[in-house]
């Protein structure tokens, strides 16, 4: 069994940064990318960013492009997304998945229970 949880949202004016963890536990976590996505209230939830189990690869949603970094401490198995120039819009609850590969196709198979990002204007 895997776990993942995450920490560090919280309340922050727009422009302002916060620092999110993804904290994984269980087996071979360490051999797997992870993603951040996030869904705000009546919203699809929707990606964000990824990164590589070694971290040397990474890709980001446009809309956080330049703003958000994600990176991985696999010593601790916790990846963070750094999230600077926040901006009202951000706001939505942001969880973290393993990424995997079944039958030839990435998918998120496990997922944490999220934690709440709210940008104020």
């Known amino acids: 069994q895997v776990q993942l949880v995450e920490s560090g949202g919280g309340l922050v004016q727009a422009g302002g940064s916060l620092r999110l963890s993804c904290a994984a536990s269980g087996r071979t976590v360490s051999s797997y990318g992870r993603g951040w996505f996030r869904q705000a209230p009546g919203k699809e939830r929707e990606f964000v960013a990824r990164?590589?189990?070694?971290?040397?690869?990474?890709y980001y949603a446009d809309s956080v492009k330049g703003r958000f970094t994600i990176s991985s401490d696999n010593a601790k198995n916790t990846v963070y997304l750094q999230m600077n120039s926040l901006k009202p819009e951000d706001t939505a609850v942001y969880y973290c998945?393993?990424?995997?590969?079944?039958?030839?196709?990435?998918?998120?198979?496990?997922w944490g229970q999220g934690t709440q990002v709210t940008v104020s204007s």
């Open positions: 998945a393993r990424r995997t590969v079944v039958g030839g196709n990435y998918v998120y198979d496990y």
């Open positions: 990164i590589s189990w070694s971290g040397g690869s990474t």
